[in-house]
C-alpha cells in the first residue's frame, strides 16, 4: 500500500473511532471533520480530518461554531498527507500548530514474543483510569474518558504482585489503535510497555486487525520501542488551534 493510501486509511480510522469520545457530550460532522466535545477542559474536544477530501471554508465555519457553543478553541488533527494543501487556509484562519506526534504503523505479521509478564485484560475502567494516571502522573480525568469510551480494550501488566503498567487498544475498521500506555514509576526500565506492546499485536491479530497504528512522541522511550517492535514511521500528526 502506498504511503498516502496508508495514512488516508489511519486518518479514516482515527476520524470514526474518536466519536465514541462525544458519546457522553456531542458529536459533529463537517464534511470530512468528526469534531467531539466530550466534557469540560478535555483534550478530546477535538476535530479529527478523515480521508481524502478537505473540509470546505463552509464545514470550517460549522466546526469553529461547534467548538464556540462549548467554549473551546477549534481544535484539529490532521496527518501529514493532507497538510500542505489545507495549510494555507488554518494560517489565514488564525491557526498554529500545537504538537507534531510521530505516526507508526505495523502490518500484524511476523510478530514480537509476548514475553513472560503476566498481562491481564482490565474490566474495572475506574481502577485502571487510577493505576493509568498514576503512571502519567497525574490527568485522571482524560484516563477515565479513554476507559469508559466503547469499544476500548484495556490491559495492566503486573510484576511483583502488584500492578506495573497500562495499556489501551481500540480496533476500527482492521486497524489496531494503540494507546493508553502508562507506566508506574516503580516499574520503569523492566520491559514491561515492550511486553505489553507485543501483548496487544497479538490481541489485535484476534480481532481482526492487519494493520496497528500508535503516536509517539519524537526521541522518547515509546519511539524506541515501536520501532524494535517492528513498526515503521509512517507520517505526522499535525495538530492545530485557532489562537
Do not use: C, K
Request: zero cysteines; hydrophobic letters at 45%; glycine letters at 10%.
Amino acid at each position: 500500500m502506498h504511503v498516502t493510501e496508508l495514512l488516508e486509511r489511519v486518518a479514516l480510522v482515527e476520524a470514526q473511532a474518536h466519536a465514541r469520545y462525544g458519546l457522553t457530550g456531542a458529536v459533529g460532522y463537517f464534511g470530512p471533520l468528526t469534531a467531539v466535545y466530550a466534557a469540560p477542559g478535555l483534550v478530546l474536544n477535538t476535530a479529527w480530518h478523515g480521508g481524502s477530501g478537505l473540509p470546505s471554508s463552509e464545514d470550517l465555519n460549522a466546526f469553529e461554531a461547534f467548538s464556540g457553543q462549548y467554549g473551546q478553541a477549534p481544535t484539529l488533527h490532521l496527518l501529514s498527507h493532507a497538510a500542505p494543501t489545507l495549510l494555507p487556509e488554518l494560517e489565514r484562519r488564525g491557526y498554529v500548530l500545537t504538537s507534531m506526534p510521530h505516526l507508526y504503523t505495523r502490518h500484524l505479521r511476523d510478530l514480537p514474543p509476548v514475553g513472560d509478564f503476566a498481562i491481564l485484560e482490565e474490566n474495572d475502567p475506574e481502577q485502571w483510569a487510577q493505576w493509568s494516571a498514576q503512571g502519567f502522573g497525574g490527568g485522571l480525568d482524560i484516563m477515565q474518558a479513554v476507559a469508559r469510551a466503547p469499544d476500548t480494550q484495556l490491559y495492566t501488566a503486573w510484576l511483583d504482585g502488584q500492578p506495573a503498567a497500562t495499556a489501551a487498544m481500540s480496533v476500527t475498521g482492521g486497524v489496531a489503535a494503540l494507546h493508553g500506555t502508562s507506566t508506574l514509576p516503580a516499574f520503569r526500565g523492566r520491559g514491561v510497555q515492550t511486553a505489553l506492546l507485543a501483548w496487544r499485536l497479538h490481541q489485535a491479530v484476534e480481532a481482526g486487525a492487519d494493520l496497528a497504528s500508535v503516536f509517539v512522541t519524537p526521541g522518547s522511550p515509546s519511539e524506541r520501542n515501536v520501532a524494535r517492535a517492528g513498526f515503521a514511521l509512517t507520517g505526522l500528526r499535525l495538530t492545530f488551534r485557532q489562537s
